[in-house]
């Protein structure tokens, strides 16, 4: 699925996002097993809350992380995210 800059990512809701002690980073669970996630994937879904849109995403993430550029990483993982259910395009109104 190609993100575009409206789509407003949202977690899905048979998907959690869940800090694992256990392994000291976070997972997706969802109902048929769970996916251990990098720091900076972490990082990109705490933002997909349907709050933001793609680009404020990207621009929230390079204030953090003092860099820029990322809009091309940010939009790939996003479009693995969308492609794999882990989050969805809230409904615009």
């Known amino acids: 699925m190609t993100l575009a800059a409206t789509t407003v990512p949202t977690f899905s809701p048979t998907h959690r996002l869940q800090w694992e002690e256990s392994q000291q980073k976070y997972v997706i669970l969802y109902p048929e097993g769970m996916v251990e996630l990098s720091e900076s994937a972490a990082e990109i879904l705490k933002l997909c809350d349907g ?43």
């Open 51 to 93: 709050t933001r849109a793609f680009p404020e995403i990207v621009t929230e993430l390079e204030q953090k992380f003092e860099t820029d550029g990322l809009t091309d990483d940010v939009r790939e993982f996003l479009e693995i995210a969308l492609d794999n259910g882990w989050i969805k395009d809230r409904p615009h109104h």
